[in-house]
């Protein structure tokens, strides 16, 4: 059943202060890029946040679409800043010079007690035209981004932390535990798990519906080595791409290590490392008296290779470690509410695929919001494509991330769903790059629209049936792997037919061959792979690849600058 809210008697004491448009809980990315697009384009914006900048985040490691919605988000609201967060060169240059590169996706399968066998690992390296996503050090970026806010006209509170929030027919009012009252048209909750509203309105679903468990333990390092230096592989075996040069994954049954280094681009001086370990909490509970040193510890010392990375390593700040992290909301959405991305659900950070989706939201919600301030409609109606959108953005991500998690103990059952994974990056950005495109030329917002009208928002190539099919063969087939109904060999074939059988999988990158571990597409492939999508695809991807070169001969000379 939807949540109405309750309308009340009008609270009038705010009225020194005078009606805002927006209040926003939480000063994070999404928080803060999205005061900063409201502020941008006139809307008067309150940004509470009950801590204060600069401070610790993860969701360090960026992604292809992530690039591209940040372009969007700059192009589309007029906010150049937001550029400054879209590569490592620009972070580097107008943040700070703190942020790492990330140049590859790594994958290396360990097993307890052993040294990792080379030819157990697969890697997608970036091709050149993404070669500018970076290990966002957080702290800089989402400080930065709440000043860019601030120099918009967003008032701003930090240290300062909601005790209550009530609406009534006309707006919200937002109390402080100091007292201090906030009133506007509408209330974006953008605090994360955490979130007031959830509380407030009992929207959280217990347990979380989703098939995937994991918990996570993770802090900053100084002196993490390179795995290059450690693993004691020969050259012949080892991927095209150093290790070292982008985001490593050390897969475990069920769970994987994370190293994410930000001195890896010759412009940072920084010489810290972001470490996780997220696994099934079913399969490794919390020990009961051991501290998180002591676990993460317990944990090195069954994987030597990974052991040899913190050799002399030093930890620079307390562990935050999580209980299970999945947490889903029944409702999303309300009259003149929105619990955004992180404060609605969250899954995994396997795929680096959380800013991604939150930008995606941000898009939906204000180009939603703004035309709500021009007319005065805030009613769950009008945003219903939002809590399609959400909802649908931690399906599939659960899908994809659960079938995942129960292949990483069969090498040749996670090479296949490598394949699935890692074959829709591609025309997942295409539709994008070509929507930003057409929009630089000819500023006509319906090309963001279209983006819009797809059967399965939420899905990274959303019109397509046909990947929606892929994915959701493979989820079941590794779900009967793990119910112990196929053998990891048979599920591994399944998937792997599947991925070969399909006419909409890219053939130039290597994707239907599993002995390709390590794809590296060259600038001659991304010719050839353009070619198939525009000439030789079927037809969904011949539309796709058709319409994706047509934005860029639209473009013209704007093109070069734009990708």
């Keep these: 059943m939807a949540v109405k809210t309750t309308a009340g008697a009008k609270d009038d004491s705010t009225k020194g202060k005078g009606m805002h448009d927006v209040i926003i809980l939480g000063s994070g990315l999404a928080g803060s890029v999205t005061a900063s697009i409201l502020a941008r384009n006139g809307a008067k914006v309150v940004l ?138 509408y209330l974006i909750d953008a605090s994360g798990v955490r979130s007031p509203l959830a509380e407030k309105f009992g929207l959280r679903e217990q347990p979380a519906r989703f098939k995937h468990h994991s918990r996570s333990m993770f802090t900053h390092y100084i002196g993490v080595k390179r795995f290059d230096d450690v693993s004691g592989h020969p050259k012949d075996l080892r991927p095209p791409v ?25 412009d940072s001086k920084n010489k810290l490392c972001s470490v996780g370990l997220t696994f099934d909490e079913r399969l490794y509970p919390k020990q009961p008296g051991m501290t998180p040193d002591e676990e993460f510890e317990y944990y090195l010392d069954q994987y030597p290779a990974v052991k040899r990375q913190f050799e002399g390593a030093t930890r620079v700040r307390e562990w935050v470690s999580t209980d299970r992290l999945q947490y889903s909301s029944k409702q999303t959405i309300g009259d003149r509410w929105c619990l955004m991305s992180h404060a609605a659900g969250f899954i995994d950070p396997l795929f680096s695929r959380g800013l991604s989706n939150t930008f995606e939201v941000v898009d939906a919600l204000t180009s939603r919001l703004l035309d709500a301030l021009k007319d005065g409609d805030f009613s769950a109606e009008r945003f219903a494509y939002v809590e399609e959108l959400e909802q649908g953005l931690l399906k599939y991500n659960d899908e994809i991330v659960n079938a995942s998690f129960n292949a990483f103990s069969h090498f040749k059952l996670w090479n296949a769903v490598f394949r699935v994974w890692g074959a829709f990056i591609s025309p997942g950005v295409m539709r994008l790059t070509r929507a930003r495109l057409l929009y630089v030329r000819d500023g006509d917002p319906k090309h963001f629209k279209e983006l819009e009208d797809a059967k399965y928002p939420g899905l990274w190539w959303p019109e397509s049936d046909k990947f929606k099919n892929l994915l959701e063969a493979t989820a079941e087939t590794c779900e009967k792997f793990e119910a112990g109904v196929l053998t990891g060999d048979e599920a591994a074939d399944i998937v792997l037919k599947h991925v070969q059988d399909s006419d909409i999988v890219n053939p130039t990158f290597g994707w239907k061959d599993p002995n390709r571990r390590f794809v590296s597409p060259s600038t001659f492939t991304m010719a050839r792979f353009m070619y198939w999508a525009s000439v030789q695809g079927p037809p969904e991807m011949r539309h796709l690849g058709r319409e994706f070169l047509k934005g860029i001969l639209k473009a013209g000379s704007k093109v070069r600058k734009l990708l």
Excluded at 246 to 259: A, K, N, Y
């Design 48 to 185: 509470i946040d009950a801590a204060a900048h600069p401070r610790f985040a993860v969701g360090e490691s960026m992604t292809p679409q992530l690039v591209e919605w940040l372009h969007i988000l700059a192009e589309r609201y007029d906010v150049p800043e937001i550029k400054s967060l879209a590569s490592v060169n620009a972070s580097n240059r107008d943040i700070s010079p703190l942020f790492g590169t990330k140049g590859h996706f790594g994958f290396m399968r360990h097993t307890p007690g052993n040294e990792p066998d080379p030819r157990e690992a697969t890697q997608l390296a970036l091709p050149k035209i993404f070669s500018q996503n970076s290990h966002l050090f957080r702290q800089e970026s989402d400080s930065f981004m709440f000043h860019v806010a601030c120099k918009y006209g967003v008032t701003a509170r930090q240290n300062w932390r909601a005790s209550d929030v009530d609406f009534d027919d006309d707006g919200v009012t937002v109390t402080g535990q100091n007292g201090e009252k906030f009133r506007a048209k």
């Design 242 to 266: 150093d290790w070292h040069n982008g985001t490593m994954h050390h897969l475990i049954d069920r769970g994987w290590f994370w190293i994410i280094p930000f001195d890896n681009h010759p």
